[in-house]
């Protein structure tokens, strides 16, 4: 099995805990399952692992529902990677930096919550994970010699990495100046800031691509975007700083494109 996550599931670990909880999606939190940064559990050594994507929300009705369901359960399947109508467990797992344990975004529907690692560092932001969930639901496309460039946050794009192998570049970065801070912004406005990130991004040497980032939602309006390749980590985070950006895509060759924020959020409304 290919996995292209760099955090995984255990199943031998956490099929027991999977099995055992029904509840209602956000109200009764997931469990905290057996993760794995690894090609094998660090726990048993098995190496019977599984995307967090592949699993979901599964309503239960017994014979006499009326209408809502009885409960829910979390199903694990590796058909199911697409986005379900009512959302996912697990839909963005990571690895603290300090504690080194894991924590993970729910979502249903609209709503999510976040499972801390419990971390004493740890800070909820029920405003983070809004704008997060809406990052993750958001496909980066561009075109590349006539070829459609389609990036999704924590997967490798391997049409981009192809590129990125033959033509020698290590990093890339999905840049825009529209709607800063999360916020929509005039048309005037948008166009301005976005003429002066594309001079800036000219006049160092990388290679540039124009794009949009489209929430999958279409609640949210296509933002006019640059794949830039080439740019540095730190030039990126700056332009994102500069242009009022909440967050940033990046990548390096044969790696996940990553959401990288830039300041904290200090707008809900794009969710």
């Known amino acids: 099995m290919s996995l292209t996550n760099e955090i995984n599931v255990c199943l031998d670990c956490s099929t027991s805990l999977l099995r055992d909880w029904k509840g209602w999606p956000l109200r009764d939190p997931a469990p905290m399952i057996r993760f794995s940064d690894s090609k094998t559990c660090k726990v048993c050594g098995g190496n019977n692992l599984l995307s967090p994507k592949h699993f979901r929300w599964k309503n239960f009705h017994s014979e006499f529902s009326t209408g809502l369901p009885d409960y829910f359960t979390i199903e694990s399947n590796i058909m199911v990677s697409s986005q379900p109508a009512w959302g996912k467990p697990y839909r963005h797992v990571k690895k603290c930096a300090h504690c080194k344990k894991y924590s993970f975004l729910s979502s ?11 971390c004493e560092r740890f800070r909820p932001n029920p405003k ?4 997060e969930l809406a990052f993750l639901e958001t496909v980066y496309e561009s075109k590349i010699d006539d070829s459609k460039i389609q990036i999704s946050l924590d997967e490798v794009c391997e049409p981009l990495n192809e590129y990125l192998t033959q033509h020698r570049f290590e990093t890339f970065a999905f840049l825009t100046a529209f709607n800063p801070h ?8 948008n166009r ?6 594309l001079k800036i991004l000219r006049s160092i040497d990388c290679k540039i691509f124009e794009g949009e980032g489209k929430a999958l939602s279409g609640e949210w309006p296509p933002e006019p975007s640059f794949l830039v390749l080439g740019i540095s980590f730190n030039l990126a985070s700056a332009l994102g700083r500069e242009f009022r950006q909440t967050a940033i895509v990046f990548g390096h060759k044969d790696g996940e494109a990553d959401l990288i924020w830039t300041r ?3 707008s809900s409304e794009r969710a």
């Open 182 to 189: 999360s916020t929509q912004t005039t048309n005037e406005e």
């Open 192 to 197: 301005t800031d976005q003429g002066k990130l």
């Open 108 to 118: 249903h529907f609209k709503e999510v919550s976040r499972t801390s690692c419990g």
């Open 264 to 266: 904290p959020p200090v």
């Open 128 to 131: 983070k994970d809004v704008l």
